[in-house]
């Protein structure tokens, strides 16, 4: 690709965000390319000039969100496991609420995301995310347990406007303390 300029700059930024209000509306599968530039206001060949795919812009899309997870891991990768677990219950409901309109869009595309070498990054950081929940347990039942708090989190995320920000955050943080065992407490 070219030097970046403030133009192909806003254009990308224009692709992305019509992309995700795409995938919002429609859902991920039903969005063609197509659709994707001509709701950008662009020729295809322009979509393809900075994506590589549909994954791709999604991938741009999700790239914030990606790395705000990074840091909570790499801030609680620094702290004992009863904190990190806590860190991490907070900074990940906070991310998921603030994300919202992608929750809805990540959950659609769930059952091909492995096939997808574009997210084997996020995939990643997800799996290390649930271990820190779990609060560094190697007991597969507290894992369980964290995988299910965590998409029980995203499925109420997937419904923008039936709750505020503040009342799903509240709800968030209170299951998922409920759920997830802080580490040395007993069974």
Do not use: W
């Amino acid at each position: 690709m070219a030097e970046s300029t403030p133009a192909r700059e806003r254009t990308r930024r224009e692709i992305e965000q019509q992309a995700v209000a795409l995938f919002a509306s429609k859902g991920y599968s039903a969005t063609s390319l197509q659709d994707i530039a001509t709701a950008a206001g662009c020729s295809k060949a322009t979509v393809l000039y900075h994506f590589n795919g549909k994954a791709a812009v999604l991938a741009a899309a999700l790239e914030p969100s990606k790395q705000a997870l990074k840091e909570v891991i790499g801030e609680a990768e620094q702290l004992p496991a009863d904190e990190a677990q806590e860190l991490a219950i907070v900074r990940f409901s906070e991310l998921a609420v603030g994300a919202r309109g992608l929750i809805a869009v990540l959950s659609d595309i769930l059952p091909m995301m492995d096939g997808m070498p574009e997210f084997a990054e996020l995939i990643g950081e997800g799996i290390r995310l649930t271990e820190i929940m779990a609060g560094q347990s190697a007991d597969q039942l507290e894992l369980d347990v964290a995988k299910f708090a965590i998409n029980g989190l995203l499925g109420e995320c997937r419904h923008p406007g039936e709750r505020s920000d503040t009342e799903l955050l509240e709800l968030c943080n209170t299951a998922l303390r409920r759920l997830l065992r802080p580490p040395g407490r007993p069974a």
